[in-house]
């Protein structure tokens, strides 16, 4: 066994920041590169193989110079400096501490948190079509309002529009009681509660009665042109290739879009092809277009939720490994 490292950082009030509650940090550097960590006031003894302890000694340069910004080490962002490491993404962990995207009505930055989510926001900001492919938490429907709501404030685009499927896939919107807004809200209101977090909600009401902002079920993209727009497709995963297609061929001059969902909750009938599996698959090569794929890493909600997406990513693959023997 090699000899023991020792890791230092100078300021009292960072290394607390770095360590954690109950020395949380430590515990999740422990399980991602197996190595054993005893903190001892500002200093960490780390025991581990040679690479193991040249790895940990970069994530906790990472975490420090997040400490020292001030920023707190939740341990999604430990998680992340693990994955930057191991993955050679130093740089854009860094660039997670000065990237904000746009500050909320009530003051708050919206930050990507995670390197996945650094590199979505930097394919929003450098492609008119992009597909943000993942499971639920990471973030991806909240970024991309969080983009499309930057164009709109620097005047890049005139108006947001935001659309997923209605009722599962079907969109069969007269079965439902009430009146055309009725039977839509409980399918757009994720969307609208990213506008109101954005924008607040009376200035998101206001840009809604100015018609710069619409919210509407797919069904009603059909035959229109959008122009200097930016256009954002939720729930893909419940398009079929016919709408996908129909969707697609809507963008007009000036206009982006950034279609978002999730392959492993697909609510379409047995038998029939996602929309988004199709498309992301068709068009990941063509010039203008970025398909950027988000994992359990880049889970912000609570931390059980990254460990239930990637046991399901574990299984899936088993089952895919033993369905190719």
């Given at each position: 066994?090699?000899?023991?490292?020792?890791?230092?950082?100078?300021?009292?009030?960072?290394?607390?920041?770095?360590?954690?509650?109950?020395?949380?940090?430590?515990?999740?550097l422990?399980?991602?590169?197996?190595?054993?960590l005893?903190?001892?006031?500002?200093?960490?003894?780390?025991?581990?193989s040679?690479?193991?302890?040249?790895q940990v000694?970069?994530?906790?340069?990472?975490?420090?110079?997040?400490a020292?910004?001030g920023?707190?080490?939740?341990?999604?962002v430990?998680?992340?400096?693990?994955a930057?490491?191991?993955?050679g993404?130093?740089?854009?962990?860094?660039?997670?501490?000065?990237?904000?995207?746009?500050t909320?009505?009530?003051?708050?930055?919206?930050r990507?948190?995670?390197?996945?989510?650094?590199?979505?926001?930097?394919?929003?900001?450098t492609?008119?079509?992009?597909?943000?492919v993942?499971?639920?938490?990471?973030?991806?429907?909240?970024?991309?309002?969080?983009?499309?709501?930057r164009?709109?404030?620097?005047?890049?685009?005139?108006?947001i529009?935001?659309?997923?499927?209605?009722?599962?896939?079907?969109?069969?919107?007269?079965?439902?009681?009430?009146?055309?807004?009725e039977?839509?809200?409980?399918?757009?209101?994720?969307?609208y509660?990213?506008?109101?977090?954005?924008?607040?909600?009376?200035?998101?009401?206001?840009?809604?009665?100015?018609?710069?902002?619409?919210?509407?079920?797919?069904?009603?993209?059909?035959?229109?042109?959008?122009?200097?727009?930016f256009?954002?497709?939720?729930?893909?995963?419940?398009t079929?290739?016919?709408?996908?297609?129909?969707?697609?061929?809507?963008?007009?001059?000036?206009?982006r879009?950034?279609v978002?969902g999730?392959?492993?909750?697909?609510d379409?009938?047995?038998?029939?092809?996602?929309?988004?599996?199709?498309?992301?698959?068709?068009?990941?090569?063509?010039?203008?277009?970025a398909?950027?794929?988000?994992?359990?890493?880049?889970?912000?909600?609570?931390p059980l939720?990254a460990?239930?997406?990637?046991?399901y990513?574990?299984a899936?693959?088993?089952?895919?490994?033993?369905?190719d023997?």
């Amino acid at each position: 066994m090699p000899p023991t490292q020792q890791w230092v950082i100078a300021d009292n009030r960072a290394a607390s920041t770095l360590l954690g509650r109950g020395e949380e940090t430590l515990k999740i550097l422990e399980d991602a590169f197996g190595v054993r960590l005893t903190a001892r006031g500002n200093m960490v003894a780390i025991a581990g193989s040679d690479e193991a302890q040249s790895q940990v000694r970069e994530a906790l340069d990472l975490l420090a110079e997040w400490a020292y910004a001030g920023e707190a080490v939740r341990p999604e962002v430990v998680r992340a400096a693990a994955a930057a490491v191991q993955e050679g993404s130093q740089r854009e962990f860094r660039h997670l501490l000065t990237e904000t995207v746009l500050t909320t009505g009530q003051g708050k930055p919206v930050r990507p948190r995670t390197v996945g989510q650094q590199l979505y926001i930097e394919a929003i900001r450098t492609h008119e079509l992009v597909f943000g492919v993942g499971p639920a938490g990471t973030g991806k429907t909240y970024l991309a309002v969080a983009m499309a709501v930057r164009a709109l404030r620097n005047h890049e685009v005139s108006r947001i529009v935001l659309t997923r499927p209605a009722v599962e896939a079907g969109e069969k919107l007269g079965f439902l009681p009430g009146a055309l807004e009725e039977k839509v809200d409980p399918y757009l209101r994720p969307l609208y509660d990213a506008l109101f977090e954005m924008l607040g909600s009376e200035a998101a009401l206001r840009y809604r009665e100015r018609g710069q902002i619409e919210v509407a079920p797919l069904a009603y993209m059909r035959g229109r042109s959008l122009t200097q727009s930016f256009i954002i497709l939720d729930e893909a995963q419940n398009t079929t290739h016919e709408q996908m297609k129909m969707f697609l061929t809507r963008l007009g001059q000036g206009s982006r879009a950034v279609v978002t969902g999730d392959l492993t909750q697909v609510d379409l009938p047995r038998g029939t092809a996602s929309g988004l599996a199709t498309a992301s698959r068709i068009l990941a090569r063509v010039p203008g277009i970025a398909v950027v794929t988000l994992d359990h890493r880049d889970v912000v909600r609570h931390p059980l939720v990254a460990a239930i997406v990637a046991a399901y990513e574990a299984a899936e693959a088993a089952d895919r490994e033993g369905n190719d023997r």
